[in-house]
């Protein structure tokens, strides 16, 4: 596609819930990456994807947090049993080569999902 | 282990007058770095990298930014500001050992003044 898409935009959901989000990246592109942003603060790493295998998962916050791109496209965060704790904007993004200090590391970001636990 | 710290959470300026927005980072080495804007719901835009090439950068929209490993700074300016700059500003720092890993700053919100 011509951008990095993540769906859904908005989510709200009740404590103790699973939530899924998606995102769609640049055709071709070989890495993914998940940042969560929460209110007035930078985007933190959560984990990154180089093809279908976590490369590093390092900034997963909890086992709650699980992320998969089975076929090296798209990927979904998944969150079981949601805190309030968990709400922020997702954000995912992609590049196209995840190798050395090439330059080529630049991230494309998608618009990002909101996700609000009540 | 890396860290960028942005100066000043909130900057103000006069549309047409310099910007100039502060980051200082740690690392081991010579890390690659960015500037990335935000605009009210939009995803983050990549404003400008370094990569141990020139050390000052040239970035779209009239930005720049210097490479200061002495002061280990990277600051953001702009000539003169407009008032589509007005938005929200990360320095990004990638990881040592792992250039795919990058950490944000925790950003500077640029309000411009008519």
């Known amino acids: 596609g011509a951008g990095v898409s993540q769906t859904p935009s908005n989510k709200v959901t009740e404590k103790g819930k699973y939530v899924e989000l998606r995102c769609d990246p640049i055709s071709g592109h070989t890495a993914l990456y998940w940042y969560r942003q929460s209110l007035g603060q930078g985007p933190e790493f959560l984990i990154y994807f180089q093809g279908t295998g976590a490369a590093d998962d390092s900034g997963l916050p909890n086992d709650r947090f699980f992320a998969v791109r089975p076929e090296g496209s798209v990927s979904t965060l998944k969150i079981q049993r949601t805190e309030r704790g968990d709400s922020a904007v997702y954000l995912c993004?992609?590049?196209?080569?995840?190798?050395?200090?090439?330059?080529?590391?630049?991230?494309?970001f998608g618009a990002g999902s909101r996700l609000t636990v009540l | 282990a890396q860290s960028v710290t942005q100066l000043d959470s909130h900057v103000s300026v006069s549309e047409g007058t310099p910007v100039l927005l502060r980051c200082n980072y740690s690392?081991?080495?010579?890390?690659?770095l960015f500037w990335y804007v935000q605009h009210p719901n939009k995803g983050l835009q990549l404003l400008l990298k370094?990569?141990?090439?020139?050390?000052l950068v040239k970035g779209i929209n009239g930005f720049e930014a210097e490479f200061k490993k002495s002061e280990t700074s990277f600051h953001l300016t702009k000539p003169s500001a407009h008032m589509s700059d007005a938005a929200e500003y990360f320095c990004v720092v990638s990881d040592t050992y792992n250039f795919n890993k990058f950490y944000f700053g925790s950003g500077t919100k640029l309000n411009v003044k008519p």
């Open positions: 690392s081991s080495y010579s890390p690659s």
């Open positions: 370094y990569t141990s090439a020139a050390t």
């Open positions: 993004a992609s590049s196209p080569l995840a190798g050395a200090n090439s330059g080529a590391n630049v991230l494309t």
